[in-house]
């Protein structure tokens, strides 16, 4: 992983031009990569680290790293696990995937993304670990800003007396699962979020009725129509029979989730009691 150790083993075959200009493209690989490198001796104690990777935890390039250091810039709430990784990887002699939150001498906290491999002799004893570091935070920060929106899109559609939810489609689209449904279904059904699946929405419906442009079809063609994208919207009300025996009927609308090349994956949509209604 080090860039010296690969350069040692170079030595005894190639010739100083052309270690130069192997060396620079090592270090023009790893800077367009954003990776940071490090290597940890554990019969020397010796921590040896990239600019790169020092710049990561917001330190300068002459800093001389040390455990202290190191265990000083982890977030307090991190030391733990990523002590356990560690120990983990070089017990099992597996690698090392792990990530963690740093705080930078300003106070700014930012994540890590690591991998390591393991060195071990002949008895199995751990010489050194290497490996790279690459910054996530900008990940992180996404997903966080996207958990925020979920949220707050669940909030608005649960005031609007309807219940959110998020499906996944498995085998080729024949069985769904999903992955998340508001509580609010309790009120509609008598089943909890922890209860809800597709057998048991399926064993409540006593009758379903396909709206708008939908209602031309049948309902397997009203299926592959959007989630091929003719029509853009799910739109049905069911008549379903809940726990306690009482019926109700329940207004849903939908729309595809798709990859990056348009194949659809599973869907987002509510539930709506619309029972007062009818």
Same mark, same amino acid.
């Given at each position: 992983?080090?860039q010296q150790r690969i350069l040692f083993y170079l030595t ?6 052309? =270690? ?13 990569? !954003? ?7 554990? =019969? ?55 990530? %963690? ?13 690591? *991998?390591? /491999?393991? %060195? +071990? ?6 010489? /050194? ?15 966080? $800003? ?6 707050? +899109? ?10 959110? +939810?998020?499906?996944? %489609? *498995?085998?080729?689209? @024949? ?7 508001? @509580? #609010?279904?309790?009120?509609?059904? &008598? %089943? ?11 064993? =409540? ?11 031309? /079809? ?9 989630? $091929? #994208?003719?029509?853009?919207?799910? @739109?049905?009300? *069911?008549?379903?029979?809940? !726990?306690?025996?009482?019926? /109700? ?12 090349? &348009?194949?659809?994956? &599973? ?10 209604? @009818?």
């Amino acid at each position: 992983w080090r860039q010296q150790r690969i350069l040692f083993y170079l030595t005894q075959v190639e010739t100083p031009k052309v =270690l130069r200009e192997r060396e620079e493209r090592l270090r023009l690989a790893v800077s367009a990569g !954003r990776l940071g490198t490090w290597d940890r001796n554990f =019969l020397s104690g010796q921590l040896d680290w990239s600019v790169e990777c020092k710049a990561m935890f917001g330190l300068a390039a002459d800093v001389e790293m040390n455990d202290e250091r190191f265990m000083h810039a982890l977030h307090p709430e991190d030391r733990e696990v990523t002590d356990l990784a560690v120990r983990e990887a070089l017990e099992n002699q597996t690698d090392l995937d792990t990530e %963690y939150r740093v705080i930078w001498p300003d106070g700014s906290i930012h994540w890590i993304a690591v *991998h390591g /491999h393991g %060195y +071990y002799n002949e008895t199995g004893q751990a010489i /050194h670990m290497a490996g790279i570091t690459f910054d996530i935070t900008a990940r992180k920060q996404a997903e966080e $800003s996207l958990r925020e929106s979920e949220a707050l +899109y669940r909030q608005a559609i649960e005031v609007a007396n309807a219940v959110p +939810y998020r499906q996944s %489609y *498995h085998v080729n689209g @024949k069985t769904v699962d999903y992955d998340f449904i508001g @509580k #609010g279904i309790r009120e509609i059904t &008598g %089943y909890g979020p922890e209860e809800f699946d597709e057998n048991l929405w399926d064993s =409540l419906i006593q009758e379903s009725v396909l709206l708008d442009e939908l209602a031309e /079809h049948r309902w397997i063609e009203a299926i592959q129509r959007v989630r $091929s #994208g003719v029509n853009p919207v799910w @739109k049905c009300e *069911h008549r379903i029979r809940a !726990r306690d025996g009482s019926i /109700h009927w329940v207004f849903e609308a939908a729309v595809e989730l798709r990859d990056k090349n &348009g194949i659809s994956h &599973g869907s987002i949509g509510t539930f709506q009691d619309i029972t007062e209604r @009818k």
